[in-house]
């Protein structure tokens, strides 16, 4: 790896960790939690949010009319 590369990839590290201590969690006791629901996934079967309780989970977002979405 050349050290350009080194010190780009420091750089980005050190950027992720600056904004990932910057983010103030609320208390537990504050937290609400996310509403209930369900949907199909990829193969049709329904699929709840409460399948995955304690997990984390990456919800996704996207619209079909979006030009950089339909990319």
């Known amino acids: 790896m050349k050290i350009w590369t ?8 050190f950027c992720i960790a600056l904004t990932a201590s910057a ?16 949907m199909p996934d990829a193969s049709g079967k329904t699929v709840r ?7 984390v989970v990456l919800l996704d977002f996207w619209a079909s009319w979006y ?5």
């Open 23 to 38: 983010v103030t969690l609320k208390k537990e006791k504050t937290r609400k939690p996310p509403p209930e629901f369900e």
């Open 6 to 13: 080194k010190n780009r990839a420091v750089a980005l590290l």
């Open 49 to 55: 949010l409460s399948d995955f309780k304690g997990k």
């Open 67 to 71: 030009g950089p979405c339909k990319k």
